[in-house]
């Protein structure tokens, strides 16, 4: 089998599916580059032929905004930063220390809770849009009894921040439990008859053995939280102070779906950020996923 992966048939294989993924993209890049009469009246590969780039588009988009909308792109550029950031470091954080406190620090009910935490999986997350945007708005009540009084989130980046984490626990402290539970027992253990606590275990154990494993779902999580649109309409939709750049290029579209160039140099300039973050952790997402592979 390794021989087969190995072989130049396969490289040759994986280079055309890297080409082909490529084209798309290639286009969006040129269509973003050229002027709105060219993008009206031939395609991307007219770019070849008569090479008329521009960086107008870029500056329209960022700075003036585009059809029937108002306002650059900026603003939202950084809510999206604003709302991806915490929203990746919240599950990750939360889901490390439940993980380890799951694999590691043995209670009655662990593997209950365990079993619990998994199967929450399978809810779909559309089922739990309006109950909790409901609890962020009005507060929980049982009969005339207030449980919990309104949050008064509105406007705020709280509400999305709290989506996000509450919907990628589940996976985030399955998947980071399986991986810390197959931590060498001969090094716990050595750990603890040396004096160390669980805190310190964890700090200086725990998660350097497990960047691998925390930078693989840092990715996967950044990139979901950078891409949605449906989380962010819910409980950001309607407060454009706090609105981010998907919202902005669904409005960009038009109701026609005119300005072409506009909307893929918005779409252009919404990849640039997912690549760095990709790139930058590339080595430690190929560990975590070869790890994985040969654990347990």
């Known amino acids: 089998m390794r021989k087969s992966f190995s072989s130049p048939l396969a490289s040759v294989f994986v280079i055309a599916v890297t080409v082909l993924w490529t084209i798309p993209t290639f286009g969006l890049l040129a269509t973003s580059l050229r002027p709105k009469q060219d993008v009206t009246d031939s395609g991307w590969w007219e770019v070849f032929a008569h090479p008329q780039l521009i960086l107008s588009n870029y500056h329209t988009v960022l700075f003036e905004g585009g059809f029937g909308v108002s306002g650059g792109l900026m603003p939202y550029l950084v809510n999206s930063l604003?709302?991806?950031i915490p929203a990746t470091v919240f599950p990750l954080v939360i889901?490390?220390?439940?993980?380890?406190?799951l694999a590691w620090v043995r209670f009655k009910g662990s593997d209950t809770v365990f079993f619990v935490i998994f199967a929450l999986q399978v809810v779909p997350l559309q089922m739990a849009l309006i109950p909790l945007l409901q609890l962020f708005s009005g507060g929980a009540h049982l009969g005339g009894v207030t449980v919990l009084p309104s949050l008064d989130l509105h406007g705020t980046y709280a509400p999305v921040w709290l989506a996000h984490t509450m919907f990628a626990l589940p996976l985030a402290t399955f998947l980071l439990h399986n991986f810390i539970s197959q931590l060498p027992r001969d090094l716990m253990e050595a750990a603890v008859v040396d004096g160390a606590s669980h805190f310190k275990i964890f700090r200086s154990i725990v998660l350097p053995l497990c960047t691998p494993a925390l930078a693989s779902f840092a990715i996967f999580e950044f990139l979901w939280v950078w891409n949605d649109l449906l989380v962010a309409l819910t409980f950001a939709g309607g407060t454009p102070e706090v609105a981010p750049m998907t919202v902005r290029l669904a409005?960009?579209?038009?109701?026609?779906?005119?300005?072409?160039?506009?909307?893929t140099a918005g779409a252009f300039l919404s990849l640039i950020v997912?690549?760095?973050v990709f790139f930058g952790l590339q080595r430690y997402f190929v560990r975590g996923l070869l790890a994985g592979s040969v654990k347990g």
């Open 95 to 101: 889901a490390a220390m439940a993980a380890y406190a």
């Open 274 to 276: 997912p690549l760095i």
């Open 251 to 263: 409005q960009l579209s038009g109701s026609f779906g005119g300005r072409w160039e506009l909307l």
């Open 82 to 84: 604003a709302i991806s």
